[in-house]
């Protein structure tokens, strides 16, 4: 007799609906959320024939992806790797994962050596194979596991809920990460996956009926929490879950795929906390719509999106207008990180970048991704041109409660907090920062720190000391030279721009920089391009500026020293480092930072300073700045054989008598630089040394100060 229960013919109608169904949507919301652009990824069954592949498959092997989706492993591999491949394989099918390294041939025949990850499985008779070049400079040996790809793309949970959220189907990924086997956990609610213990158990209950109910609502619901696996360990879970309904919008159930995001959970709060937001306030820019089934594919965009990068519709509709075609390289990692957001949150916080138009060049665009609530999965983009923008324009930075990460950089005090409110307001742009400061204030932290906070940070950071090259060879430094070019120049050399392609270029000392040298400078900045010495080619750049000098450039541009035309290119954006006697509070915090530096480095245990010694650091005036305090700091703990630090105080001491306890810089400053070359007998470059200081800059103050080696 068959059940007049309504609930129940309900439940086994939607039990039919989703055992059909369930798997083709979960095969959905796994390809939208795993298909990174940047990391080549394949599908293929139990025959090796792949199935799928996403762009960044087909741009390793240059091949459409359309064109792998139908071939085997070995149709795709070197000759002489074939043979080894159906071994493989076999031994893959049997125990669910391998790693390793594979030999592919790319659409000119050219071999590509690839590591690989592969997890069987991770939907009915579909298995992932994620793979990553190796390049010489991977510095990874082709015989390593693939340990350079992202632990959080080896493997998923995926599996299949019912309308009340009890577990109806559980692939092999599931079983990997929690340790369940399928019999195991079928029927059963999915709450137990959260906590243990009766008393937690109903609180589990309830959160996870309302992430499902948020879910069958909005379409999909992301979070993020700790989960437990069958062994009782934890592990910080990343959960998307899908709301799966009919075609009269009636709800089936629920596809979930969880992330064991463990070791990316510290890294990833570290980098939310230390992010600043940027929404630029963009009036009358135009906005376009792109429409996205996955994240990497693009079956749709408005005309105005399409006009903006200069493709057609039967460039659209032939598939050769996808997201990562359009993304420089360098911003990939941004792309990826407002995809995870998406994901998660629903839509990702707007950010800047670049788009590659048709004919190479770029446009500058402000982003921000949303995913529709609908099944099946959908990406909707919404890009906003910048070209127009003012560049007087106010752009608003979201406060942050916690203290962004500066480096070496240690300060709490008012002068120090102003300076980084300026690192945390320019690093997100492209301007070009002018760091001003006297000697020893920490210029090149600064500029670091700006290059770490900056989307370029993962790119080079190449500096240059203006001060330290010679003038001859200061050109050939910033922009290299062709062979023959001059007597000696035996084979090309690479100049400092051109390594800092994509990066940040450090000139220090930039008001050494010779008169005659400044126009071509100047016209690398404005042109984006250069000629090495000896060469006509033309090679282009993109290159972040950041310069300093502890010289006065407008006197310098009033003395015709220093052309106006480029001070005022380097201006755009100026920051001033403090001397140290103007936060004098921050002596006992940097005192305390380079001890512990200094001591860890010499296998020392230094635990306390004196209070005589912390009063008298606090009194000097260190003309050196922060600089000489640092190599005060280290001469007292070469010094020190207790627990205790033992500063030479009485150095401190001769020079505030030698100095007549003058407090005009000037003088103070005369006196330390003659006391140091009494003490180096007159010799410039150890003096230089002591103070911390390149000899060309020691030679400066010698001459500023009116000191020459008779005075000594």
């Not at 099918?93 to 594979?102: F, M, S």
């Not at 750049?541 to 006197?555: E, F, K």
Request: hydrophobic share 40%; net charge negative; with cysteine.
């Amino acid at each position: 007799m068959q059940s007049s229960n309504p609930h129940t013919a309900l439940a086994r109608s939607t039990e039919g609906w989703l055992a059909e169904n369930g798997p083709k949507e979960l095969e959905l919301l796994f390809r939208a959320i795993v298909f990174h652009p940047s990391i080549p990824i394949f599908l293929a069954d139990d025959d090796r024939e792949y199935q799928e592949a996403n762009t960044g498959a087909g741009k390793l092997l240059g091949i459409p992806r359309e064109r792998i989706i139908g071939k085997r492993m070995d149709d795709l591999a070197a000759p002489e790797v074939k043979p080894a491949i159906s071994k493989r394989w076999e031994e893959f099918l049997k125990t669910g994962e391998q790693n390793g390294t594979l030999r592919l041939l790319d659409a000119g025949g050219t071999p590509r050596e690839v590591e690989y990850v592969a997890k069987s499985n991770v939907l009915p008779v579909r298995h992932l194979l994620v793979l990553r070049e190796q390049t010489a400079s991977s510095g990874v040996k082709l015989d390593s596991p693939a340990a350079a790809i992202p632990s959080w793309m080896r493997d998923y949970a995926l599996y299949l809920l019912d309308v009340d959220g009890k577990i109806a189907a559980w692939y092999a990924g599931a079983e990997r990460i929690f340790g369940y086997m399928s019999g195991e956990v079928i029927g059963r609610n999915a709450s137990f996956l959260i906590c243990e213990g009766k008393e937690a158990a109903h609180e589990a209950r309830m959160q996870s009926g309302e992430d499902l109910k948020r879910a069958s609502d909005e379409g999909h619901f992301g979070s993020e929490g700790w989960r437990l696996r069958k062994n009782a360990s934890r592990f910080w879970a990343n959960i998307i879950t899908m709301g799966l309904k009919d075609e009269a919008g009636e709800l089936q159930g629920f596809a979930s795929v969880v992330r064991d995001f463990t070791d990316r959970h510290e890294r990833d709060e570290k980098f939310r906390r230390s992010r600043t937001r940027v929404r630029p306030a963009v009036i009358g820019s135009t906005v376009v719509g792109v429409v996205s089934g996955e994240y990497d594919r693009s079956p749709d965009a408005s005309d105005a999106f399409l006009q903006l990068v200069g493709y057609s519709r039967e460039d659209l509709m032939g598939g050769r207008l996808n997201w990562p075609d359009l993304t420089p390289p360098e911003y990939e990692t941004l792309d990826e990180l407002a995809h995870e957001e998406g994901l998660h949150f629903g839509a990702c916080t707007p950010y800047e970048k670049e788009l590659i138009r048709k004919d190479g060049t770029r446009v500058p665009v402000l982003v921000t991704t949303a995913v529709l609530k609908l099944s099946p999965f959908r990406w909707l983009t919404f890009v906003t041109d910048l070209r127009e923008r003012n560049r007087e324009e106010s752009i608003e930075f979201a406060a942050t409660d916690v203290t962004q990460d500066f480096g070496e950089i240690v300060g709490t005090s008012a002068p120090m907090k102003r300076m980084m409110g300026q690192v945390e307001l320019v690093a997100p742009t492209d301007a070009t920062a002018l760091i001003l400061g006297e000697t020893g204030t920490g210029k090149e932290l600064v500029a670091r720190a700006i290059h770490r906070l900056s989307p370029r940070r993962n790119l080079p950071f190449i500096s240059l000391n203006c001060a330290a090259i010679p003038t001859g060879l200061l050109e050939s430094e910033l922009f290299g030279y062709e062979r023959g070019a001059f007597t000696g120049a035996l084979g090309q050399k690479i100049g400092r721009f051109e390594m800092a392609h994509r990066g940040t270029l450090f000139l220090d000392e930039v008001g050494d920089i010779p008169l005659d040298l400044q126009p071509k400078l100047l016209r690398a900045l404005q042109e984006k391009s250069f000629e090495r010495l000896g060469g006509t080619k033309t090679i282009p750049i993109d290159v972040r500026l950041v310069a300093a000098t502890n010289r006065n450039l407008a006197q310098m541009m009033g003395d015709k020293l220093f052309r106006p035309d480029l001070y005022y290119r380097l201006k755009v954006f100026p920051i001033n480092t403090p001397a140290l006697r103007d936060h004098p509070e921050d002596i006992p915090i940097l005192a305390r930072h380079f001890t512990r530096k200094y001591a860890e480095k010499m296998d020392r245990h230094i635990e306390k300073i004196p209070a005589e010694t912390m009063k008298a650091l606090a009194s000097w005036s260190w003309p050196g700045n922060v600089r000489e305090l640092e190599n005060f700091i280290e001469r007292s703990v070469i010094l020190s054989r207790g627990s205790e630090l033992r500063a030479p105080l009485e150095e401190l001491r001769s020079e505030a008598v030698e100095t007549g306890g003058s407090s005009n810089l000037e003088d103070v400053e005369r006196e330390h630089i003659l006391r140091i070359l009494r003490e180096t007998n007159g010799v410039i470059s150890t003096a230089a040394n002591r103070l911390g200081i390149p000899r060309t800059t020691l030679n400066a103050m010698m001459k500023k100060l009116g000191v020459s080696r008779g005075d000594i």
